[in-house]
């Protein structure tokens, strides 16, 4: 089982970037996929960004494509979510998930059994 905290979310202006963090407690982290996830008030939880155990293979939507990079350090048990060229409907509560099963790539929230808190991203216009 592992363990997952989000930080790193805050006001930002249109345009500007943040760096969220995911760190995850126990010592098979780097055996996990990782996702991504947001919720806008209203609306479901959507799928952001995943990557497989190593990092190497990544899969985005399309709305983030390209302004967006997910990346992880398993050294640290830390994956993060670069989030550039932010806009408004990027406003949402940004939730870490993590799944063991080996199975790659991962975009819908049933696939994770494992999810943090969120942490709360507001890009003002």
């Known amino acids: 089982q592992v363990q997952l905290v989000e930080s790193g979310g805050e006001l930002v202006q249109t345009g500007g970037s943040l760096r969220l963090a995911c760190a995850a407690s126990?010592?098979?982290?780097?055996?996990?996929?990782m996702g991504w996830f947001r919720q806008a008030p209203g609306k479901e939880r959507e799928f952001v960004a995943t990557?497989?155990?190593?990092?190497?293979?990544?899969h985005y939507s399309n709305s983030v494509k390209g302004r967006f990079t997910i990346s992880r350090d398993n050294d640290k048990n830390t994956v993060y979510l670069q989030m550039n060229s932010l806009k408004p409907e990027d406003t949402a509560v940004y939730y870490c998930?993590?799944?063991?099963?080996?199975?790659?790539?991962?975009?819908?929230?049933?696939?994770?059994?494992?999810w943090g808190q969120g942490t709360q991203v507001t890009v003002s216009s």
């Open positions: 998930a993590a799944d063991n099963s080996g199975v790659y790539p991962l975009t819908k929230t049933y696939a994770y059994p494992y």
């Open positions: 126990g010592r098979t982290f780097s055996s996990y996929t």
């Open positions: 990557l497989n155990w190593s990092g190497g293979t990544t």
